[in-house]
């Protein structure tokens, strides 16, 4: 059956697949990380600290990884972070006397190398699979795959709090490091080896982007990001935990859940957004939804602040709006860098795209703990809002959509 599929949707659907095995580990790794170490009496700060290392080397790694797909080819650099990520769940199984923080640090540094180059060669992939006259298609695809991978990561949340508590820290880590062993294994007997190598193979010093669509999509993305990390990646859990008194059960069962979702809404985005005859979406749907966006973290903040309804409400039907709405945003994001990417050397572009999604994440997540810590959850959401707002006024200087689809350039890979 896979065997009689055409060339490019067999690699579509070996790539997916890949992504989906990662993103699983890496879901359930760093749910396992925040409430392990928070429950060894880590501060908010310093667990926001073990993920330094883990977003400064995805920003690194999305610059340097775009050029280096383009030499060597995205499937290579995806078997590399498959491998990466074998070895960074492996350092993890060091006896517990090991598990100090700059050992912490470094294993999640190794997995934020890992886990961009496995995406940048997975969204850099779409582009060379789908026809340039396509454009519905490539949004569709590449909000199925990005969807996908979402909903797969809040399964990996609930994975990651459901191992910790009945095997325990590193019985739960040797179980990801080899099911994730066994994929990289298959990846590399069954992914084709030349998707994605340039033409002209590209200097290093053209890894910064010259093109005014993407640099502009790239600051909005910074913000978009941030504004997300500012509350979900150490104040939330924290705050489910510590105030609410919700067992890791719950926390992760929670956020598997809002994540999931927001997965789900990603992937039929092509259907909710405002789009043209040709199911290609308007230039200005972006800066709209964004605003529409920074309403919910405003009005969760200013209710949490004032104690005007029960902190779980706020926080279960708040989110919930603003997943729905995040994922919206997400997805076109996604998409506008695909279209709006060179063909030659594409991962150039997405990766110094995506460099700009991990700078805020790291933003993010440094502001989590610190903002957390110092004045408690609604101040993070107030920031998150002033996030999205900058990324709102950011999107009105991108150019129109069909402006950059008449300059795109694309040929179908026949997988020959």
């Given at each position: 059956?896979?065997?009689?599929?055409?060339?490019?949707?067999?690699?579509?659907?070996?790539?997916?697949?890949?992504?989906?095995?990662?993103?699983?580990?890496?879901?359930?790794?760093?749910?396992?990380?925040?409430?392990?170490?928070?429950?060894?009496?880590?501060?908010?700060?310093?667990?926001?600290?073990l993920f330094l290392f883990y977003e400064v080397f995805g920003v690194i790694t999305n610059l340097v990884g775009g050029w280096l797909g383009a030499r060597i080819g995205l499937n290579r650099t995806m078997n590399i972070g498959l491998a990466m990520q074998v070895v960074a769940l492996s350092m993890l199984l060091v006896p517990a006397t090991w598990l100090a923080v700059p050992?912490?640090?470094?294993?999640?540094?190794?997995?934020?190398?890992?886990?961009?180059?496995?995406?940048?060669?997975?969204?850099?992939?779409?582009?060379?699979?789908?026809?340039?006259?396509?454009?519905?298609?490539?949004?569709?695809?590449?909000?199925?795959?990005?969807?996908?991978?979402?909903?797969?990561?809040?399964?990996?949340?609930?994975?990651?709090?459901?191992?910790?508590?009945?095997?325990?820290?590193?019985?739960?880590?040797?179980?990801?490091?080899?099911?994730?062993?066994?994929?990289?294994?298959?990846?590399?007997?069954?992914?084709?080896?030349?998707?994605?190598?340039?033409?002209?193979?590209?200097?290093?010093?053209?890894?910064?982007?010259?093109?005014?669509?993407?640099?502009?999509?790239?600051?909005?993305?910074?913000?978009?990001?941030?504004?997300?990390?500012?509350?979900?990646?150490?104040?939330?859990?924290?705050?489910?935990?510590?105030?609410?008194?919700?067992?890791?059960?719950?926390?992760?069962?929670?956020?598997?859940?809002?994540?999931?979702?927001?997965?789900?809404?990603?992937?039929?985005?092509?259907?909710?957004?405002?789009?043209?005859?040709?199911?290609?979406?308007?230039?200005?749907?972006?800066?709209?939804?964004?605003?529409?966006?920074?309403?919910?973290?405003?009005?969760?903040?200013?209710?949490?602040?004032?104690?005007?309804?029960?902190?779980?409400?706020?926080?279960?039907?708040?989110?919930?709006?603003?997943?729905?709405?995040?994922?919206?945003?997400?997805?076109?994001?996604?998409?506008?860098?695909?279209?709006?990417?060179?063909?030659?050397?594409?991962?150039?572009?997405?990766?110094?795209?995506?460099?700009?999604?991990?700078?805020?994440?790291?933003?993010?997540?440094?502001?989590?703990?610190?903002?957390?810590?110092?004045?408690?959850?609604?101040?993070?959401?107030?920031?998150?809002?002033?996030?999205?707002?900058?990324?709102?006024?950011?999107?009105?200087?991108?150019?129109?959509?069909?402006?950059?689809?008449?300059?795109?350039?694309?040929?179908?890979?026949?997988?020959?």
């Amino acid at each position: 059956m896979f065997e009689r599929l055409a060339p490019a949707v067999r690699q579509y659907l070996l790539i997916t697949g890949n992504y989906w095995a990662f993103t699983l580990t890496d879901g359930a790794l760093r749910m396992l990380v925040v409430l392990h170490f928070h429950q060894l009496g880590y501060s908010p700060l310093q667990v926001a600290l073990l993920f330094l290392f883990y977003e400064v080397f995805g920003v690194i790694t999305n610059l340097v990884g775009g050029w280096l797909g383009a030499r060597i080819g995205l499937n290579r650099t995806m078997n590399i972070g498959l491998a990466m990520q074998v070895v960074a769940l492996s350092m993890l199984l060091v006896p517990a006397t090991w598990l100090a923080v700059p050992w912490v640090m470094a294993a999640q540094a190794l997995s934020g190398v890992a886990k961009d180059l496995n995406k940048m060669s997975a969204k850099s992939s779409i582009k060379l699979l789908v026809p340039g006259d396509a454009q519905a298609a490539l949004f569709r695809w590449v909000a199925l795959l990005t969807g996908s991978k979402n909903a797969l990561k809040g399964v990996g949340f609930f994975l990651g709090g459901a191992l910790l508590t009945m095997i325990g820290f590193r019985p739960a880590v040797a179980v990801m490091a080899v099911a994730l062993a066994i994929v990289w294994l298959a990846s590399i007997v069954f992914l084709r080896m030349e998707l994605g190598r340039a033409k002209v193979k590209p200097k290093f010093h053209e890894l910064m982007s010259k093109s005014r669509a993407i640099n502009v999509l790239s600051a909005a993305r910074l913000f978009l990001f941030g504004a997300r990390d500012i509350w979900f990646v150490v104040a939330l859990p924290v705050f489910l935990s510590e105030s609410l008194g919700w067992d890791f059960w719950r926390v992760g069962g929670f956020l598997a859940l809002w994540v999931i979702g927001y997965g789900a809404v990603q992937s039929i985005a092509p259907r909710l957004v405002g789009k043209r005859g040709d199911g290609v979406p308007n230039a200005h749907v972006a800066p709209a939804w964004a605003a529409a966006l920074a309403v919910v973290p405003l009005a969760m903040a200013v209710l949490l602040a004032n104690g005007l309804a029960s902190p779980a409400v706020v926080l279960v039907v708040g989110l919930g709006l603003f997943g729905v709405l995040f994922a919206i945003n997400s997805s076109l994001h996604s998409y506008m860098i695909v279209a709006h990417a060179a063909e030659d050397g594409v991962s150039l572009d997405v990766g110094f795209y995506y460099m700009a999604n991990a700078m805020g994440r790291l933003i993010g997540t440094v502001l989590s703990g610190w903002i957390f810590q110092t004045w408690g959850l609604a101040t993070c959401l107030a920031w998150s809002a002033a996030f999205v707002l900058v990324a709102a006024a950011l999107s009105l200087a991108l150019p129109r959509l069909p402006e950059a689809a008449a300059h795109m350039s694309i040929k179908e890979n026949s997988g020959d």
